[in-house]
């Protein structure tokens, strides 16, 4: 027979205070975990967003990253013509080169030695239509000849200069400000984009570093890559622009989450310690209880059901604290460099539903580990030894 | 001193409490001194470079070159007494598992601007003879299993192809924030192989005296202001800071986290000791009967809690040290000299006492304040 789980509640009840610092311990635990594993979900999916599944990303051959890449204008145009790109309503090919360079820019709040790398784009103006994530969600598209740039929704407010009218200062030229754009959070919106013609004077001269081309056919990806690497006249390489960008991220993705699972479990260790102790405690205090209830006829398994119950219903109460402590991280822009592109990248904490799943069974977990030996020692309790 | 045995014997009453809590404590001070280490080694980072040391580079940015013909230029400026120039080659090794620096540097003014690295004289020599020689750091012979004389090939990213070098020379630094697992090889052959395009990534110089670094620097950014590459020139401190910023939030996650950790463990702790202190109610009061004064008492409990804590924390703190001294750990290169500093041992330290009177106070004061008569209750 089950012994009733108001007996539980009542026991916790007689010792609020050790109960409820095993219960914070193991919050703080799961708050950390979540908040660990939401950076690494944060990160990972700026660039799980980046690609679209129907882009073509063309570099030179051998280049890892857009950064150390480069081609001609002779390049574009045989890409511009190949038959495999998407056509625009207005019979254009959806094919952007692009220039891909880095900018060193003062954060707010830091010294003016510490520079930030940020990536400034140059586009074409197909370049909006064959990102089909990017939308500019204030002011209007700059305008082409002109000193114009768009900015990440991730770069406004932390940079200085960035409002709409105001102007950032990169190679020697003021730039106006003319919008800003969001790209699904998307790590585009760490960047900042002008015209391709426009940068590639002041920066590295008559070259694109990338070509992103949309697919006709979303399909038809491998027979585009064998076409375009197969050309005599090209020296590329073809990536699928959303593998491209996942590729990017997986260095630092996989730190990010080494290094989560790494904390927590060290932290874990100390928190399961804790509730080994709160829930022995509790188990001699009781001794006499365990003793009659044995007596009563209770089944030793119902004892050890009982205090597993008690202690697992502790850790999903520190669990539940702990993802309600965690939860006012979504959101928050931290940011870092991605030594694979060597660019800084912006991104949200993101807590999801699934993660705090994740934190609450991790806390049950913590909470039976840490209850099974106690429980054990309650129900192999040698009766009548006990009753004294 | 004398009450020693009866300390000892009442956290040897519940040994497994006891070292369950010791090793909480120690866990929270290990995990706490490697967050605080990345803090510390990346601020390291930021702080080093040569007071006389300074470092010219493109204007635009790290990732545009200068012409190679800045070098002459910056020898005239007045106060520059040497002038050496490097290139981030950022090639591939193999698989790319294992990821490593690569610079293309002028052999001989390198090597002689940077005493830190030191290279034995013959290598040094062999270096300088042949073209395609490359000197590599210590770690890299145990990472690879490289030896002297071998030939290893590298594919270029930026620079496309594959490039062969060999090893000539193993160099060991003598700076801990020195990487010791980057290679440098020879910039002319850079320059060979890519058709003379005359470029350097960046310049370094140096000055004759500390103080002139601001001076020196502006002489040398007003002489290429008007050119097609204007240079932005600063310390190689404000060099490597530059770099450092470069982590970006990462030093404050890490503290933060740091102090989670902490206080998750202080309720850990302080539950412990509380629980211990409610089981003795009944021999505190016997032992206040038989004359034990209430400061004693209190003295008593808070040594128990100090002896765990302080256990705990000397395991977590040396422990620390010893694992990332003995496996030489860097963090795949990202984090060279990676070391816990006398400075996280003391805020560990610190960390420890205050660990010890919030978890001990409570449960101490209540033993010193306890009634006998009520206490005696419990005595059986």
Not at chain 1, 100 to 123: C, E, H, M, Q, S
Not at chain 2, 118 to 132: G, I, T, W, Y
Not at chain 2, 140 to 153: A, H, N, R, S
Request: with cysteine; charged share 15%; aromatic share 8%.
């Amino acid at each position: 027979m089950k012994i009733p789980i108001i007996y539980n509640v009542r026991s916790v009840r007689q010792r609020p205070v050790s109960t409820a610092l095993t219960a914070l311990g193991i919050a703080m635990v799961v708050a950390v975990f979540i908040a660990m594993l939401a950076l690494a979900n944060g990160f990972l999916a700026a660039f799980a967003r980046t690609g679209s599944e129907r882009n073509v990303l063309i570099l030179r051959r051998g280049a890892d990253a857009e950064l150390s890449s480069g081609l001609g204008r002779d390049a574009a145009s045989l890409v511009a013509a190949s038959p495999h790109a998407a056509l625009a309503p207005d019979g254009r090919p959806l094919v952007s080169p692009e220039v891909y360079v880095l900018v060193p820019l003062t954060r707010i709040g830091t010294d003016t030695n510490a520079l930030t790398n940020v990536v400034a784009r140059g586009i074409s103006e197909r370049a909006w239509d064959v990102r089909a994530n990017v939308t500019v969600v204030d002011g209007r598209r700059p305008a082409s000849g002109r000193s114009e740039i768009c900015v990440g929704s991730k770069i406004v407010g932390r940079f200085p200069g960035t409002a709409i009218g105001q102007s950032l200062r990169f190679a020697g030229r003021d730039w106006t400000v003319v919008c800003h754009f969001t790209a699904g959070g998307s790590a585009f919106e760490s960047e900042i984009w002008g015209e391709n013609e426009q940068f590639m004077p002041v920066f590295r001269g008559e070259a694109f570093q990338s070509i992103t081309l949309r697919l006709k056919d979303g399909a038809a990806f491998e027979e585009a890559k064998r076409a375009l690497e197969g050309d005599k006249r090209l020296t590329v390489d073809v990536h699928r622009e959303s593998e491209f960008y996942v590729q990017q991220s997986q260095l630092l993705g996989r730190i990010l989450r080494i290094l989560a699972m790494l904390i927590t479990s060290i932290m874990a260790v100390g928190a399961v310690f804790g509730a080994v102790n709160t829930m022995y405690a509790a188990v001699s205090e009781r001794t006499s209880e365990i003793a009659v209830l044995l007596t009563l006829g209770f089944h030793p398994r119902s004892v050890l059901a009982s205090f597993l119950a008690e202690s697992a219903i502790i850790a999903a109460v520190g669990g539940a604290l702990g993802c309600l402590i965690a939860l006012p991280a979504n959101g928050l822009v931290a940011s870092t460099t991605n030594w694979a592109s060597f660019s800084e990248i912006a991104f949200s904490f993101r807590v999801t539903p699934g993660l705090l799943l994740a934190g609450l069974v991790f806390a049950v977990v913590m909470g039976v580990v840490g209850g099974f030996f106690p429980a054990r020692r309650a129900a192999k309790l040698p009766v009548v030894q006990a009753l004294r | 001193m004398k009450f020693l045995p009866l300390v000892l014997a009442n956290l040897g009453r519940h040994k497994r409490r006891t070292a369950l809590t010791t090793l909480s404590v120690a866990a929270a001070l290990f995990l706490f001194a490697s967050l605080q280490t990345v803090v510390t080694t990346i601020a390291a980072a930021a702080q080093f470079g040569n007071v006389r040391r300074i470092v010219s580079m493109n204007a635009t940015g790290i990732v545009f070159p200068l012409p190679l013909a800045y070098a002459n230029r910056l020898r005239a400026v007045p106060g520059v007494e040497a002038v050496s120039w490097a290139n981030w080659f950022g090639g591939r090794y193999g698989d790319n598992k294992r990821f490593f620096g690569q610079f293309a540097v002028d052999p001989a003014s390198y090597l002689e601007m940077y005493p830190e690295m030191a290279v034995p004289e013959d290598q040094k020599q062999a270096f300088l003879r042949e073209k395609s020689a490359a000197i590599i750091g210590r770690r890299l012979l145990d990472v690879f299993g490289w030896k002297l004389g071998q030939d290893i090939t590298i594919q270029g990213t930026i620079f496309p192809g594959d490039w062969t070098f060999t090893i000539r020379g193993v160099y060991t630094p003598t700076d801990p924030a020195i990487n010791d697992d980057m290679m440098i090889f020879r910039h002319d052959y850079l320059e060979e192989r890519l058709g003379r395009p005359g470029i350097a990534g960046w310049y370094v110089a140096r000055i004759d005296h500390p103080d002139n670094a601001a001076r020196i620097g502006k002489v040398i950014d007003d002489g290429f202001r008007n050119s097609r590459a204007p240079t932005k020139t600063g310390t190689e401190q404000a060099f490597n800071a530059s770099f450092a910023t470069m982590w970006g939030n990462v030093s404050l996650l890490m503290g933060t986290i740091g102090l989670a950790v902490v206080f998750a463990i202080l309720l850990v702790t302080a539950n412990a000791m509380m629980m211990s202190a409610r089981e003795r109610i009944g021999e505190v009061a016997v032992l206040k009967t038989i004359g034990f004064t209430d400061r004693l008492l209190f003295t008593l409990v808070m040594t128990e809690t100090a002896l765990i804590t302080f256990t705990g924390a000397a395991i977590g703190l040396v422990g620390a040290k010893l694992l990332y001294k003995g496996t030489n750990f860097n963090a795949a290169g990202f984090l060279p000299g990676f070391d816990v500093t006398p400075r996280t041992f003391v805020v560990g330290a610190a960390i420890a006492v205050l660990l010890a009177l919030a978890s001990g106070l409570m449960p101490a004061l209540r033993a010193a304040r306890l009634p006998i008569v009520s206490a005696l209750r419990h005595v059986e």
